[in-house]
């Protein structure tokens, strides 16, 4: 659990040390009125993870006091919900219609005390009898109805002897109270309607503030956790557990802020209207913000929690940004996935000098990710490349490939364009090129200059798949209806390309597929012979979003102010004049990438933080890092004068990790003990012994010591099985505990396997 406690993880703590429970209890108590949302993620992640925390436990409780708009699908997907956040519920899952006759029961005693009444006014009158915040309301002449009267009434309420909205039962508090809510509110309703699991057992149903509290009370619920626009509703929650004498102990009532989030509706009602009249395709619309959709679309239940983790538990509303969510999938896939090639809209190119054909192995991880694992790429003289990936005439800063320009294939050969074939309206069909033999990826001895490598798939063997892309539902940051949706928000291309190994070998079900972004095999459409893939979010490919800002610079001059929002969506806020200066220094002059520029520019705390930084080591891209993951990642839980560290602390970090003192693994650990210690991290890294070994003489022991240990897969390996390369450098770091340095590790074992 993090340092930091909640307001509510202190409320809990309290209660612990004064006795007042002796274990915690809560609940999750939704409506099964409609699929759960990413809010309703925040309160699963509140109830569930605080139960385990202080191991209680939580309910899970539907809250089913509305029969004409429940269905146990919607139970079914609150089930599933949380149980792929990875929590479980105590027991059985409850309902609140378990409860139905001894809520009634409650309701008879209550009556009985002469706190409750069954009222006939009209419900136009009972609004005028309310009165204003101003002005106190009148109670109706029946609440002078007798004890024995009111409960005859209210049998034949339950034995279904009146009409709909004739009576209903009313508590007995106070109808000048200050809180309207206290204004005698009901407590029973008649409504003749099948109930999803009571049927018609029941034609009066108890109201959510007099079945909430007394659920919670039955079930031995400690904390009712809920959100703010219930705070008014506290009053009546601890009247009618004190009116009814209850034993001890009570549950009480905590309020947190709503989760919001930009960009998208959280309202059942919107919800429903989006699915039922077919604005999307059901409930698991990888477009929605709902559990399902983000379940169906690739999310992974970690990066959700973190998103819940990282925005906290506040007591004031706030909306988040969308692209904060963004960030938490695309952290957590980075660490995790396999990267592979698709092509999403081809283009052939014959490298006309290339005979025959020919297998390249290439690994499915980057370096930095600790996977192992590689797969054959089939290559030959037909392949596709992307077609933006080609300009004949090239717009300035270019780097891909042009008539004049060579580029790499990625883990291939540098290729250069002959000659550019096109149909009779002028579009390019076909690229003739030649490549250069000595130039293959890892022996290149050509001596050719590239200034980037491109992603491509070889003609014969790629498979053609189904990639659906999927933008913001609407276009407006906080949308109010149907108007706002976004016309562009699913793109479905029939004929993307990928790599054969993708569906032939499986390495997973999610990918990146290089330079494009992160996807996912959809679990429902995906089959061999029809493979689907989602796409579940972007990479930031640098190009893209230049050409995105130039152009919305044009069009700004030019149009009106919708468009620009149009051009522009998929972003958040544009920058104000004084970010986009800082903004183009810290791309175009210190090389930051556009995501860390990004971080830094929309948070002044923070760039003035890397500033600082800066003055003491002139490195900007180790900082950048830090500063804009980490420190940034403190700084949303903290205030800056509550650090523990400052700017010099991050750049000695940095400076280790630019002599290579510590590999930027270990410098995570480092930096965690620092948030917690203040140290400073040349300190923590010499009490903790963690400089990184880059000696061979100390590296070269535990190698020799692994290929004794491991002699099968070294005569595997030398048989050419490339993918246990991957297994030797992984034992070695796993020795050393990640402190030997990879790329001497990387050398050595090369060295001695060959
Ligand atoms: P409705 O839209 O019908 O008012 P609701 O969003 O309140 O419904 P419930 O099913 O009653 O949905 O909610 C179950 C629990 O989830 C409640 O405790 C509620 O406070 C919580 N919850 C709902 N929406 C959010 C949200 N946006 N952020 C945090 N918690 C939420
Ligand atoms: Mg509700």
Redesign the pocket.
């Known amino acids: 659990m993090s340092e930091n406690k909640d307001f509510l993880r202190t409320i809990v703590e309290k209660d612990l040390e004064s006795n007042k429970y002796k274990q915690i209890i809560t609940r ?7 699929f ?5 993620a ?3 992640c ?2 569930f993870g605080i139960a385990r925390d202080y191991d209680g436990f939580c309910n899970l409780r539907m ?1 089913d006091t509305n029969p004409t708009t429940e269905d146990t699908k919607y139970v079914e997907a609150l089930k599933d919900a949380v149980q792929w956040l990875g929590f479980k519920w105590k027991g059985e899952v409850k309902h609140t219609s378990d409860y139905f006759p001894k809520i009634y029961e409650y309701a008879v005693k209550l009556i009985k005390m002469g706190k409750a009444y069954v009222d006939s006014i009209s419900e136009e009158q009972m609004k005028e009898y309310r009165g204003t915040v101003t002005e106190p309301g009148k109670r109706s002449k029946y609440a002078n109805r007798t004890i024995e009267e009111n409960l005859e009434l209210f049998e034949k309420m339950k034995n279904g002897e009146f009409k709909d909205a004739e009576h209903v039962l009313r508590a007995k508090i106070d109808m000048s109270a200050a809180n309207m809510k206290l204004r005698d509110p009901l407590l029973y309703r008649i409504r003749h309607a099948t109930h999803f699991r009571t049927k018609d057992q029941w034609c009066i149903y108890p109201m959510y503030d007099f079945a909430h509290c007394l659920s919670d009370y039955i079930e031995g619920v400690t904390h009712s ?3 703010l ?2 705070e008014n509703n506290r009053d009546i929650y601890d009247w009618v557990l004190d009116a009814l004498e209850l034993q001890p102990p009570r549950p009480y009532q905590h309020e ?5 989030v930009n960009y998208t509706v ?4 919107k919800l429903l209207e989006l699915v039922n009249e077919n604005y999307v395709n059901g409930w698991d619309d990888p477009r929605l913000p709902t559990i399902a959709g983000y379940k169906r679309r690739g999310y992974t239940p970690e990066s959700i929690l973190n998103f819940c983790d990282q925005i906290g538990i506040a007591k004031a509303n706030s909306m988040v940004d969308v692209s904060q969510l963004e960030f938490c999938i695309r952290d957590d896939l980075n660490k995790k996935v396999p990267r592979v090639m698709c092509v999403l809209d081809p283009i052939k190119v014959t490298i006309e000098n290339y005979e025959g054909s020919e297998e390249i192995e290439a690994s499915y991880y980057p370096h930095d990710v600790p996977k192992e694992g590689s797969r054959k790429l089939p290559f030959s003289s037909e392949i596709y490349i992307q077609r933006d990936d080609f300009m004949e005439n090239p717009i300035k800063g270019y780097n891909r490939l042009t008539p004049e320009q060579p580029v790499r294939l990625r883990y291939a050969y540098i290729i250069t364009c002959k000659e550019v074939i096109k149909d009779e309206n002028g579009n390019i069909t076909e690229i003739k090129a030649e490549y250069a033999p000595n130039s293959k990826s890892g022996h290149d001895t050509s001596g050719i200059k590239v200034k980037s490598a491109i992603h491509w798939v070889e003609a014969k063997q790629a498979k053609k798949v189904e990639v659906r892309l999927y933008d913001r539902l609407y276009k407006n940051e906080a949308p109010e209806g149907l108007e706002d949706l976004n016309p562009n928000s699913l793109t479905i291309i029939k004929d993307a390309l990928i790599e054969p190994a993708v569906i032939n070998e499986k390495a997973d079900v999610r990918f990146q597929f290089e330079r494009e972004g992160y996807f996912y095999a959809d679990p429902v459409d995906y089959s061999d012979d029809k493979p689907v893939f989602n796409k579940i979010v972007g990479l930031k490919d640098s190009w893209a979003k230049k050409s995105k800002k130039d152009e919305s610079k044009v069009k700004t001059q030019t149009t009106q102010k919708a468009e620009k929002k149009e051009v522009i969506h998929g972003e958040a806020e544009p920058l104000t004049a004084t970010q986009q200066k800082l903004f183009d220094r810290y791309t175009n002059e210190l090389k930051l990438n556009n995501e860390v520029s990004n971080i830094l520019t929309r948070d002044e705390q923070l760039s003035s933080f890397y500033e600082q930084a800066l003055k003491e080591l002139n490195s900007p891209i180790s900082l950048a890092n830090i500063v804009a993951n980490d420190v940034a990642k403190e700084l949303k839980e903290k205030e800056i004068n509550e650090l523990k560290f400052n700017a010099s602390h991050i750049a000695q970090l940095a400076k280790m990790i630019d002599d290579e003192t510590i590999s930027s693994k270990i410098a995570k650990q480092v930096f965690e003990q620092m948030v917690k210690s203040g140290d400073e991290p040349s300190k923590i890294v010499e009490d903790k012994g963690l400089v990184q070994i880059s000696d061979p003489n100390t590296i070269l022991p535990i190698i020799d010591e692994i290929i004794e240990k491991n002699p099968e897969n070294v005569e595997k390996f030398k048989a050419g099985n490339q993918k246990l390369f991957g297994f030797f450098i992984g034992q070695v770091l796993k020795a050393t505990n990640g402190k030997a340095n990879p790329k001497v590790v990387n050398e050595l074992v090369a060295q001695k396997l060959k």
């Open positions: 999750f108590p939704p409506e099964p009125n409609g759960p949302h990413i809010g309703h925040k309160s699963i509140i109830n809250d956790i809920c959100t626009e219930f947190f802020a709503r989760l919001g959280m309202s059942k009602r």
